[in-house]
């Protein structure tokens, strides 16, 4: 979190150093996701808007079990995001003091708020029903908030120690084992999306392409009962498969389809930088293909060796701005913030995707600001706080300007910078 965050964190962190009297797992898991604002493991969504996209695919949000043992009930992706966003909205109303008092009660809202848990929760249930949501943001998030609570999953311990058997098979140079206990697991809990892409995925390590070219078809192609996250990471295989085939046509396909679903940032860009790498015309472009594809789909490409190759191409082609940000990306610490800096400074210069600008402006305000350059994170704010750009982008923009004033002043400002977009812009 930023230097507001960070002043929050210093309260929370003073109390739990000395444990409070009452303890409340929700109120400790929300107190980190409300300073870590927005999330930042979920870069497209505020946990505001994440809690909204749950509501609107039907998922119930009783705040009253997450502050009590009912906590654990929750898979950890809801119940953090949810206490998280209830404790933000606290926060935000009433301010860090009594934010600090309720922690140390472990929950006593009554005492400090003068207003029941409903009372309160009904007031936060109106900025929920206020928050605007990006197009397709249910979809973005629905695999995230689909996976049960670790006692609700079926053998979860049994599907665990599965899993470790079949890291010993394959550490042990035998895949077609492994391949046998993945498909037990697959038996156990039969439909599950996730252990049938791992089970795929050992059958192309084993050599058996066509099974696994029908695991990855059914999955990517099943519009109806899986999630479009799920089903791009199946289409991703298939292209690795189709390119290893020579199957360019087939893989280009599969790449556009993937472009038009509703995606998280994270696949889409990573759809769209294949898509170009795989139709670049440019001397670039067989170095980048490297990048992404071995002539062996079961081997990734060294990560040295595809440091070497974005050189290559960012030589071949200085203009290319993908290539510059493909090479910032895998500098990125190794130890040279100043290197990656340039890297991104010059794939800015160049043509790129607003989501491709969007992510390399984020990795320049962090390699800047770890290389001293203040003014380069500003020229990377400068685009992360564009009034055309989301809201989780537009809140880190003016996170990072919050740090590089607490760098430069000893002190965070009068209100931070982010603390109300609408009065920022």
């Excluded at 995606?263 to 170009?276: I, Y």
């Excluded at 990125?332 to 607003?354: I, K, M, Q, W, Y």
Aim: aromatic share 8%; glycine share 8%; hydrophobic share 40%.
């Amino acid at each position: 979190a930023g230097s507001f965050g960070d002043s929050l964190f210093h309260v929370s962190a003073r109390t739990v150093l000395g444990l409070p009297l009452f303890f409340n797992v929700g109120m400790i898991e929300g107190i980190a996701v409300a300073s870590d604002w927005p999330d930042h493991f979920n870069k497209a969504l505020t946990p505001h808007q994440s809690v909204k996209a749950m509501q609107l695919m039907g998922m119930k949000v009783p705040v009253d079990k997450l502050f009590s043992t009912g906590f654990m009930s929750f898979s950890a992706a809801r119940g953090y995001t949810i206490a998280g966003s209830y404790l933000r909205f606290l926060l935000d109303r009433y301010g860090i003091a009594r934010l600090q008092k309720l922690y140390q009660s472990g929950g006593d809202f009554r005492a400090i708020y003068g207003r029941t848990l409903a009372e309160l929760s009904a007031q936060w249930q109106e900025v929920i029903e206020n928050t605007e949501l990006p197009e397709g943001a249910e979809e973005v998030v629905r695999e995230r908030f689909r996976r049960p609570a670790l006692f609700s999953r079926p053998c979860p311990h049994a599907v665990a120690r599965s899993q470790v058997e079949i890291a010993e098979k394959l550490a042990e140079g035998s895949p077609e084992q492994a391949v046998s206990l993945a498909r037990e697991v697959c038996a156990d809990v039969p439909g599950e999306p996730r252990h049938l892409l791992s089970l795929a995925t050992l059958l192309v390590h084993s050599g058996q392409h066509g099974e696994a070219a029908e695991i990855y078809q059914s999955i990517g192609m099943n519009e109806e009962n899986i999630s479009s996250s799920l089903r791009a990471r199946a289409l991703f295989e298939l292209v690795r498969l189709h390119i290893a085939e020579g199957k360019r046509s087939e893989a280009e396909a599969l790449l556009r389809l993937i472009v038009d679903m509703p995606l998280s940032d994270n696949l889409l860009r990573q759809g769209q930088v294949m898509l170009r790498v795989l139709t670049h015309p440019g001397p670039a472009a067989r170095p980048l293909q490297e990048i992404f594809w071995n002539r062996d789909p079961a081997k990734s490409v060294d990560r040295l060796v595809v440091v070497g190759l974005a050189s290559e191409a960012a030589a071949a082609e200085p203009k290319l701005g993908l290539a510059h940000y493909l090479l910032g990306r895998q500098l990125r610490g190794r130890g040279n913030p100043d290197a990656t800096r340039r890297a991104f400074l010059r794939a800015l210069s160049g043509e790129l995707s607003p989501l491709v600008e969007r992510e390399a402006a984020r990795l320049l305000a962090e390699s800047s600001y770890l290389a001293g350059r203040f003014q380069d994170v500003e020229r990377a704010c400068a685009i992360l706080t564009r009034s055309t750009q989301p809201e989780v982008a537009r809140l880190l923009g003016y996170d990072w300007l919050e740090r590089i004033h607490w760098k430069t002043h000893g002190q965070v400002p009068d209100k931070p910078l982010g603390w109300r977009l609408g009065q920022t812009q």
